[in-house]
Structures are given as C-alpha cells and as structure tokens.
C-alpha cells in the first residue's frame, strides 16, 4: 500500500510569512493527491486536490500544490499566511479504486 | 444525508466492554473508510469498504476490531474487550472510489474514551 510522508511535524510561522509544507509518497502507480486541513475542534476539510493535468493546483483560502511527478512530491504553499490558517495540515494519497493514506500531519501556527 | 453523519460524537466505556461506533455515508457514496486518529497524530487507516465488502482490512490493528456494510450504506466499527489504548478520534469517510476521480468527506468523528 501506498505511504505518505510529512517533514514537518511542527512549523511556527508569522502573519504575512511565505508558507512550504513538504509531503511525500511512495506509489509507483498513478495517484490522487489531497491536502487537508483540520482547524481545531472540527473535522477534516478538503483544501485542494490533484487528479490529472496541470500539476500546479489552487485551493481555497490561498493554498495551492505542485505534483512533482518525479519526486513523488507534492507540497503545499501559501504567500502570505494569516492567523486564521493556523491548524493541522494533512497530505493524503489515494491510489485508483483503493484506500485513502495520511501522513502524520503538519501543525502550522501563525502568530499575529 | 447531505454530509457523512457519526453517531455517537462521544462515547465513555470501561475498559473490558464492547462498542459500536455508527457511520451514514454521504447518500450514494459506494465507498467507505474508517481511520483511526489520536492526538497529535495523522488519520490512521483502518478498513475500506467498496459496497458491502471490505475491499483492504489491512488496518485493523487485531481482532478485536470488526466493521461492517451489510447493505452498502451505513457501517459499523465494532470493538471488543475495549483497552485504554484504543481511546482516540474514530473517522469515517465516503466516497465515489473505484472511479479515477474521486475525493473522501469526512465525518466529525466520535471521540472514544476508554476508562
């Protein structure tokens, strides 16, 4: 089965600071790609999600991705931060017709 | 429903008992996931359902663990003999998997205590 990889397990940024969550998977095959986001005390949003085509993917609030085929990559990215994203953040990989796997999460907190 | 609905949101039992754990998956969704996640940590896989089946049970971490999808719609997460380690967020997921494009909602999760 499929893994997924986040570097960071702790990122602690300031408000209008540039924001670069790395994930990685291992998966020969072709793959879905997801980013999540879990705010505190709710459940996982969908933030953005990568199936096929343009490999540089806009989400909401800001975000974006980059599938990096060839680095199994597929890093999440901000410009400019702001309070309100502080939260968990989680890769996922989801390889056709099979299950969804996370990585192990990356806490942003942005000061003020 | 118009979203993965869990019941309950928050269970207390004593260690020794038995649980189970409610998922509505969004109407139509023919594929369901149970992850398992603790604090600090990422959604940890358990079971996938693809209809009634259990297309990969790989994740469940003993044989205390049992889901169920007897109808291809709502599941069970059935756990017995509980243990203190099995407190964490129990997640279920749907979606329209087994096509290529295709993305998971979660529910809100029920919290299990295990005292």
């Known amino acids: 089965a499929q893994s997924v990889s986040q570097h960071n397990h702790h990122v602690i940024l300031s408000e209008a600071a540039s924001l670069e969550l790395g994930c990685n998977y291992s998966y020969g095959g072709t793959v879905n790609l997801f980013w999540y986001v879990q705010y505190p005390g709710q459940h996982l949003q969908l933030l953005l999600k990568?199936?096929?085509?343009?490999?540089l993917v806009k989400g909401i609030k800001g975000f974006e991705a980059e599938f990096i085929k060839s680095k199994f990559s597929f890093n999440l990215r901000k410009p400019s931060v702001q309070w309100s994203d502080t939260a968990e953040y989680f890769c996922a990989v989801n390889a056709w017709a099979n299950d969804m796997r996370f990585g192990a999460g990356t806490r942003l907190t942005v000061k003020p | 429903g118009a979203g993965v609905s869990q019941t309950p949101s928050n269970k207390v039992t004593e260690k020794g008992k038995y649980v189970e754990l409610r998922c509505d998956p969004i109407?139509?969704?023919?594929?369901l996931y149970w992850y398992r996640q603790s604090l600090g940590q990422g959604p940890e896989f358990l079971i996938y359902?693809?209809?009634?089946?259990?297309?990969?049970d790989s994740g469940l971490p003993n044989d205390r663990f049992f889901a169920v999808r007897p109808e291809g719609s709502v599941s069970t997460l059935k756990i017995q003999r509980t243990e203190r380690g099995d407190s964490a967020v129990y997640l279920c997921a749907s979606s329209t998997a087994g096509t290529e494009n295709t993305e998971a909602f979660f529910g809100q999760g029920t919290r299990l205590t295990v005292v």
């Open positions: 359902f693809q209809g009634t089946g259990a297309a990969d």
């Open positions: 109407s139509g969704h023919t594929a």
């Open positions: 990568y199936f096929s085509g343009d490999p």
